[in-house]
């Protein structure tokens, strides 16, 4: 289903969630500027670089998803790499990873990470990485409203919302009382996992969403996420 213009922005359709990534992926790379993309069967051109910077959030999660083999720059040919604000995502390695993490950090010239945990981690490997803060907050306030184009503008009331880990089914309702309690819309912005917990009945959602004052956003681009934060009277979180 793919309804625009309604409450419901949800937009499931059958060739999955993987595809569609690629394609929103496509969509921000096209909108975001010039970019040169390298894969491992590209590695004979790492050559020509002068660093290969990996960073930063979760990209050495290593637990029920994520694979960090790309970021530790396994099987890539390389001279220099520096490891900016990189996130680790968790509060310590598996075992069976620690010495994976240990060659694979060595490869780096430099290590920096965004949380103190990622320091902690990287000082238990032996190798020397620095807290650095989250990239996103080396811009101010006004810098990011000038990229996303809505300094000076007024927004009527309005809650935002994004979870990690959410039910939709349960914290609906809680989402509408809200919405009718203040007077005000509701965006609930989802990911990945949260999709996971979509009701069965994919149609009883839209139905109800239909005469909702939340709306469910399927996926969000960058510049669409932190307009949506940016433009909220209050934003919820885990």
């Known amino acids: 289903a793919d309804r625009r213009g309604g409450a419901a922005e949800i937009g499931m359709r059958g060739d999955g969630l993987a595809s569609d990534g690629l394609?929103?992926?496509?969509?921000?790379?096209?909108?975001?500027?010039?970019?040169?993309?390298?894969?491992?069967?590209?590695?004979h051109k790492f050559g020509s670089l002068d660093y290969i910077v990996v960073g930063s959030d979760q990209v050495w999660h290593c637990g029920d998803w994520g694979e960090p083999g790309p970021y530790l720059l396994e099987g890539a040919l390389f001279k220099r790499a520096i490891a900016y604000a990189a996130s680790f995502g968790?509060?310590?390695?598996?075992?069976?990873?620690?010495?994976r993490f240990c060659r694979g950090l060595k490869r780096f010239v430099a290590v920096s990470c965004r949380e103190e945990e990622g320091v902690e981690i990287c000082d238990g490997l032996g190798v020397r990485a620095q807290h650095v803060v989250d990239p996103t907050l080396l811009l101010t306030t006004d810098d990011w409203k000038r990229c996303i184009g809505i300094q000076g503008k007024e927004f009527k009331k309005n809650l935002v919302c994004y979870f990690i880990h959410a039910d939709?089914?349960?914290?609906?309702?809680?989402?509408?009382?809200?919405?009718?309690?203040?007077?005000?819309?509701?965006?609930?912005?989802?990911?990945?996992?949260?999709?996971?917990?979509?009701?069965k009945s994919l149609g009883d959602l839209l139905g109800r969403l239909k005469c909702s004052r939340v709306t469910v956003r399927r996926s969000t681009g960058p510049r669409q996420f932190v307009s949506a934060v940016a433009s909220a009277t209050w934003v919820l979180t885990d």
């Open 168 to 199: 939709i089914e349960e914290i609906l309702p809680k989402l509408e009382d809200f919405a009718k309690e203040m007077s005000c819309s509701v965006t609930f912005l989802s990911n990945d996992g949260a999709l996971r917990k979509f009701p």
């Open 90 to 99: 968790m509060p310590e390695l598996p075992v069976n990873q620690r010495a």
């Open 23 to 43: 394609r929103r992926a496509d969509v921000f790379i096209d909108d975001g500027g010039q970019y040169f993309l390298f894969s491992v069967a590209d590695k």
